[in-house]
């Protein structure tokens, strides 16, 4: 890269500018030294540039240096400079921006994590699109990596929505077999609907409250049994006093064993249409059981008893109590989460553990890295929980218990219909057109949530992440379409880069907004921050925008040179939207 390069002949560090008339780079040198050496930090400043001016190394991609406000030294590229990265866009095509800053390094990215028996709703997006463009950027700069998703089907959300099913089904007088026979997506939102209702219940009827809290240790041991059809035997004894009977575990199976299924497969049909493929999945029943013996085998050392509970002491280092295990003797999240370390750790030998979580429960994940830490030191010093902020929509906050779900798939359908004046040419046909606005909808969904700093709360509009004026997805991909476009009008095309003496302002803006993309791409890797690939890439397509209004390609005196540059654009787009995780049409 060429601000290592830069820093290697300074010996010091510097920062690209935002505005190009303060230069490609800036740095605050002086401003530092001044207060060690006690002098001015403009005269500093003057001093070091004119030590600078001096080195004819620095002279070979360096072309102007100045002294800027009250102690910044700003620093010019050379044209040649600019021009040799743009013949190496056109040779590394799409491994440009990549690098090897963490090669040999190998990270899990745990996201998503989804509730069987719920709906997926966009609120479960937001993970799912930082995790999946976190893990790409990890994989651009050099790191071997796994991607997880950890799901809860077991928990008291399990007992309400079978609570609520076997409720409902018994008043819609509907069997098992016959709901079977409904499309899967109708399938899920019934359990939903289960969900709604058990979730009610609980919250209103004491009696009912007391039969899903029943329910949630029956489902526990209804896992057992599954699992234990597959060979895996039973860790803990979830019914000591044996208040449970075979016939009560036998009587909801079927039902949670089956539902269960309905939502993987229909969690899949979602991972596929948002471009995300799992290498391991970790079920909340099959971890439970080790982290239960994880806290039982620390009891007394990093945990203890508390009114019939194991809890962990929070307040001794400076956090809250949080309970591990109930009084019911069920583990609770934070026991589970503590199994799922070293269960993750056991596929995929980690250097680096991302957790990309909701910013709500900062705290508690704050208490599991440090309960982990404090069993597991090795495992806890490397996870790192990512927090993302909260999603609404226009008309307010969603909510599953309440029933009023916004779903991923209907949205993305809704995006879809609304994207169709997008291609609405004669002369592409129903396939083609579909995939394209599939493209466009999950585009601008992704987009729409990427830009955002992440861990800030945002609301999501439809109109806005459709936009073709401003800060969108679809904005970004109608650029890619446009340069691809351009190419295709020429019917001789060359590899080369024909270097042309004077260059258009428009033409030198997008030549030095290319120059900074694989540096954007390890700072945002490094920083866990895809708002700043965004942001690069809007501020890249609206420069080649510029260019394209202003200096004609085609035609003109400088063609072979604009088409390279119009070229190298549409590849590093398309580049930094991959690694975004969205997918470029050819047209638009």
Known sequence: MIKDKLEKMLGFEVEPTENPEFGDYSANIALVRSKEEGKNPRELAEEIVKELRGKNNLKSIIEKIEVAGPGFINFWLKKDVLVDNLIQIRSEKEKYGRNESKKGKKVVVEYTDPNPFKEFHI??????????????????????????????????????????????????????????????RERVNYMGQGYALGTKAYE????????????????????????????????????????????????????????RSWSLEYFETIYKRLGTKFDGYYPESKVGEIGYKYVMDNLGKAFIKSEGAVIFEGEKFGLHTRVFINKHNLPTYEAKELGLAPTKYEDFKYDESIIVVGKEIREYFAVLVTALTQINPKLGEVTKPVFTGMVNLPEGKMSSRKGNVVTVTGIIDQLKDLAGAYVD????????????????????????????????????????????????????????????????????KSEKVKVVEKLSKEELAVLRALVKFPEVVQNAAKAYSPNLLCNYLYELSSKFNSFYNADKIIGSENEEFRLSLTSAVGQVLKNGLKMLGIETPERM
Request: glycine letters at 8%; hydrophobic letters at 35%.
């Open 204 to 259: 209103e009827d004491e009696t009912a409250k007391e039969e899903i809290g029943k329910l949630n240790t029956i489902i526990y041991m209804a896992a057992q049994k599954m699992w234990q059809k597959e060979g895996k035997e039973p860790q803990i004894n979830y019914n000591p006093e044996g208040a449970i009977t075979n016939s009560e575990v036998d009587s909801i199976y079927d039902l949670y064993v089956t539902g």
């Open 425 to 492: 040419k004669s002369d592409y046909s129903q396939g083609e057109k579909d995939v394209i606005l599939e493209k466009v909808a999950v585009g601008a969904l992704k987009y729409a949530f990427l830009k955002n700093h992440l861990g800030a709360d945002f609301v999501f509009n439809m109109g806005e992440s459709l936009s073709l004026e401003g800060n969108s997805g679809p904005y970004l991909q109608y650029t890619v379409a446009r340069t691809n476009s351009v190419i295709a009008k020429v019917k001789s």
């Open 123 to 184: 609120g479960h997006l937001i993970s799912n699109v930082t995790g999946e463009a976190l893990t790409r950027l990890q994989e651009a700069c050099g790191e071997t990596a796994w991607r997880a998703d950890y799901f809860g089907d077991v928990g008291t959300h399990v007992a309400k929505s079978i609570w609520g099913l076997q409720k409902k089904m018994k008043e819609d007088n509907l069997s098992l077999e016959e709901l079977s026979k409904k499309e899967l």
